[in-house]
DNA sequence: GATGAATGAGGGTTCATTCAT
DNA sequence: GATGAATGAACCCTCATTCAT
């Protein structure tokens, strides 16, 4: 199976930045990875900012996608959070070293491209605003500040990175349905 | 107004710590902010690493010492967990520096050190594991995982360091009255 | 003369530890000495210390190799003997920089390090011993402790590189057999 | 017993310098030794560089004192070249550990001190020449270069500080009388 | 006499990046 | 595409020495 080289890259990347942290980790280690001197590297990468932007933005991007069409469903809010509750989970468990990397060291990415990573986020984030509002609105969920009750949501769903370990009893699918029943328990009517 | 030295430092070092991450901040960066050379620190502080490893402790057994006491108060379940999150958001909200410094750049620390710390942080967790399974227990709120319904609340609560902003429009107070609803309400039977 | 890079880092630093000692010689010393930046020195060297122990571990190994086959040699121990202290003679006097740097500067070397060399020139030291001892055994040499009398013969011989002078008037060929006529004097029967 | 502060601060020194050189041993280390605060140390020594100085001093104009007289003798020369080599085994053996730090870290001195020690123990050197060119002169040694001669006694005679053992089987004496046979032998007609 | 805070220069080492081959 | 030598700046830390108290 042939691989594209960057990716191979971006890859391993991922793994030692989990591992060890964006600053810990030294375009040498990298380099190791994929058998290649660190000069060879700079035929891929230009930077190795660049790469920590590009892997931060792949996986943004990968949440954001499909969310998207989440929120556009013609569902009641509360299916529709139950789907974006378990769409979360998915990525998160199903890539925990990509999502350790966008949530603990894109904020090391200098200025403009942090600010790019951060507008992502916010957009991600307004899409699980707007099911919640439109919850609120239908008088599906209790009145409140939706984005707060987003964050509250969000933030639980993200912290998971933290703790989530393959070897644990529970399926990601059993933990996601869990995270369901707490979080929309507490915003139903 | 008299200050100890090392408390100058500490709190130079979180602010600079918060602003621009363990690694990007030099110990340069540090003592010019508290008009010292560089070298002079090391009076102070034994080394870099012992010195977020110092802020980190600090922090999370800050967020400990409170929350056992409220744990072994004669209250119902639900009570005492409105009251850890109220503790929780007033030191997280009271002192984001300090809070971010923990909850983002202390896994930076080498081995030893940083099991201190995620020793100290399970410790944590285990006291509002057992508030929630008291709850549990006493019929208080519905059956599930003690352990994941805390991770969940305490998820929600930790991802405040990321947004909460002082020039919002709520009060801290506030904000956290909201997030026990929220919590509180995915609980009860 | 195309010259290999780290015996030229090597031979530099054996010049500037000899005439500096090793804690006085910077690592940018060496680095001046062979027109690079100091940086540019770890391409080649692990360390400094790893540095000072290759150029006492080739030195100490140039003074095993040819005495094992001296030793070895089917003659009397006295015409060993003397064969023992020219080639000593040989090697001081070819390099005073290197065996400077062997005998005044390796104890510098830390624990593990250190050791090795110890053991090294302790097998040198028994190389001797052994001439000395089948002279005593075959009635060439007095009777005495043979360890005693190669410390003796090897000491008088190590100091040489105290005050060894290239342009003093005598030939080292000629002062070690001076020393030859010394030390057998005082060995013979 | 009431002792001398500087006596006091200057045997710490000898024994920290033995241990692990001049240059590993800091400042604070010896202020530690004593008891007292680096600070508080430079009400005795003028600096760090003058305390090696005062040591390699005292501990080469031992070895001369008495050298003097004993090559103002009216004995054979002979007889003045065991006394001598008793005399300075004495030294050697008494104390290992400013023998030490006079042969192998004076020369870490800068320029004048350093031309300081040299000169004390190039006077030293002269009196052992003295001694043998006596003999030769008498007719009692074998002719000879008696500078040549001399330094290879006294090369076999300082190396000793490398490895005397006080827990030995053999005690100084004995060691010295063996010297002097091993020695003498060699030169006597 | 003793302290300990402060200096300021220098130490060895790491590292992202460049570029001639 | 790949190499690896070279850069140059920055890194954390140590240390002999000074001096006000």
């Not at 080289?5 to 990347?13: G, L, P, W």
């Not at 930077?47 to 989440?70: C, D, P, T, V, Y």
């Not at 998971?160 to 399926?171: D, F, I, L, P, S």
Request: glycine share 6%; hydrophobic share 40%; proline share 2%.
């Amino acid at each position: 199976m042939v691989v594209n080289k960057y990716d191979e890259i971006a890859r391993a990347a991922i793994r030692l930045f989990n591992k060890k942290g964006y600053h810990a980790t030294s375009v040498q280690d990298i380099a190791d990875e994929v058998n290649l001197q660190k000069g060879s590297l700079y035929h891929y990468i230009a930077s190795k900012e660049e790469l920590l932007l590009q892997i931060a933005s792949r996986s943004i991007h990968g949440f954001s996608r499909e969310l998207e069409s989440i929120v556009n469903l013609e569902e009641s809010a509360s299916s529709r959070l139950q789907k974006a509750i378990h769409h979360h989970f998915g990525i998160v468990t199903g890539d925990v070293e990509m999502t350790t990397v966008l949530l603990r060291d894109a904020f090391l990415l200098s200025d403009e491209p942090h600010r790019i990573i951060v507008a992502a986020m916010d957009e991600y984030l307004n899409h699980w605003v707007k099911i919640v509002d439109d919850g609120m609105n239908a008088g599906e969920f209790k009145e409140g500040d939706p984005r707060l009750a987003a964050l509250s949501i969000l933030g639980a769903c993200n912290w998971v990175y933290r703790w989530y370990n393959q070897n644990g009893t529970k399926t990601p699918k059993e933990i996601a349905d869990y995270f369901c029943d707490l979080h929309l328990g507490g915003m139903m009517r």
